[in-house]
Structure formats: C-alpha cells, structure tokens
C-alpha cells in the first residue's frame, strides 16, 4: 500500500493492515463477527457512548477486502438476500376500529413515545412487519424507533437509522466532498420507515409528527449515543407516495434516486425510483458535515 486509507474515519496504515493479516490468519477460523470485534478490543475502537464500533468495523474489514488488501475467511452462516423481511406479529389485543377525527382536537393528548423495553419492542415490529409495505427488517447499524399513541392506542410508527452511503443530490445539497462524507456521515441519519396505521384517518397527522419527531431527535440520539446529529434524510417510492407529508413538514426534496438501493455500491441492486428529502436540525449544518473539507 502506497499511502495511508481513510475508511469509516480512522486511518489504516501498513502496520494496520499487518495486524489485520495476522488476526486472520490467528483467528479467522471463528469468523467475521469475531475478528471485527477482536479488531475493535485491540484497537479500543469506540463510539462516543463507550461502546465498540462493530458496525464500522465490519464495514472497514469488507472495504479492505473489496480492495485485495486482505482475505477474509467464508462467512459461517448464510446471509440474508435482497427482500429478507422478519417474521413479525400483531399483538392479539390491537383494537383496529377506525378513528376518524380532527388533528386539533387531539392534539394535547397524542404523545410519541421513544421505544425502550422490550414490550414496546415487541410492539413496534409487530406493527411495522405487518402494516408497512417493506416490512420490518432488523437494524444493522444504530437506530431510534417511536411510537405514535393516543389514549395508549397506538397511531403509527417511524424509526431513523443509518444514512445511505453516497446519494448524489444530497451530497451536492450539503458540498460534500468524498472525504467529508467518509468523516460525517454518522451525523446523517435516515429516516427509514414511517407508517400510519390503516385503520387511522386523521388529517395532517404524518406531517404532524414528522415535525414532533424531528424536533425532539438530537436531544433523543445525544442521549442514547453520545454525539449529535445535522441532517435527516429520507426516500420516498414515487409510484406510491407523494411526499406531501414531508413537504407540509418542511422537508426538502432535492432530487431522486437513479434506481439503486440505499448502500448498492456495485450498480448490482435494482431498485424503484425514489424522491430524495432532506431536513436540516441545526442552522450550521454544513459546517458540521464538513462542507468544503
């Protein structure tokens, strides 16, 4: 390796690359997961809430692989294709009658609740798998989930987690470079499934609590990870949606996708075409993403 790499914002080195080689060669027998978090333990490589960046690290042991500079050993178990959904379930006692009323009248009671124990866990993927047209799929990265509910009745759901890997039209919207993107990113966060419950008509609700969410998501992100947060993204699928919730919640669209999956960065995934909308939760934004860098 002729100079130093930059990937998920730490610098790799040759001696860096030595190590990893040699790990491999020590302990690759016992599999990915276990060298990216022997990796992290050696390395005391930790995110800004003490825990060890796994994630990253994975990412970082792929990327270097992608570029022939080690071997990682087959993976132990098979991984889940395009489309996996997990198996999921309504809770028996869901009341599905319709509501019908006014926003107004509501709105001092409707709350929207950080999911936490593993009750509201349960609850949230039950609602989610069945309701939402994706489905539910397990967060590979760190993500918030909430719950919208009314006299304990639950409204709807959205969740934010990790941001799409590169995005031309959002990069050009904030000036990123490549460089600046790999240092930041984890300051971006998508917001990757919003659902309002069918049987819910309540006019301006989505856009409602897209603004609640949004409003309350620094101080939620600081808390449960330690460091804060400059840019929202989403994508919403054009033949289904508008976006008008997005829109009457100040959203900016800024573009659409080309046809790719979020993180497709071999041009392999199919993918319907999508708008793309962004919401700044700081003035500064730009500064903190690094513009220019």
Request: with cysteine.
């Amino acid at each position: 390796m002729d100079q130093d790499l930059v990937i998920r914002g730490r610098v790799i080195r040759g001696e860096d690359l030595q190590l990893i080689r040699q790990l491999i060669e020590r302990e690759g027998a016992q599999g990915r997961s276990h060298l990216s978090n022997r990796l992290c333990e050696i390395w005391d490589w930790r995110q800004a809430n003490g825990h060890f960046r796994q994630i990253a690290c994975r990412d970082l042991l792929r990327r270097l692989e992608a570029r022939g500079l080690i071997a990682l050993p087959a993976r132990l178990s098979g991984v889940r294709g395009t489309g996996y959904r997990n198996q999921t379930r309504t809770p028996a006692w869901l009341n599905c009658a319709p509501w019908q009323s006014a926003l107004g009248e509501l709105r001092d009671e409707l709350s929207l609740q950080l999911v936490g124990d593993s009750k509201q866990l349960t609850l949230y993927k039950g609602l989610v798998g069945t309701y939402h047209y994706l489905g539910y799929q397990q967060a590979t990265g760190a993500q918030l989930k909430y719950i919208a509910c009314l006299q304990d009745r639950p409204l709807a759901c959205l969740s934010f987690g990790p941001a799409a890997w590169k995005i031309g039209p959002r990069d050009q919207f904030i000036g990123w470079s490549v460089q600046a993107r790999q240092h930041h990113l984890r300051t971006v966060v998508n917001n990757d499934r919003f659902v309002i419950l069918p049987w819910v008509e309540i006019k301006g609700l989505a856009s409602s609590l897209l603004s609640r969410a949004v409003h309350r998501l620094r101080r939620d992100w600081q808390t449960v990870y330690g460091h804060d947060l400059a840019l929202v993204e989403s994508f919403v699928e054009q033949e289904r949606f508008a976006g008008s919730a997005y829109a009457a919640a100040n959203w900016l669209c800024v573009g659409q996708t080309v046809g790719r999956g979020r993180n497709d960065r071999s041009h392999a995934e199919g993918a319907p075409r999508k708008s793309i909308w962004l919401y700044p939760l700081r003035q500064d934004f730009r500064v903190v993403l690094g513009q220019g860098e």
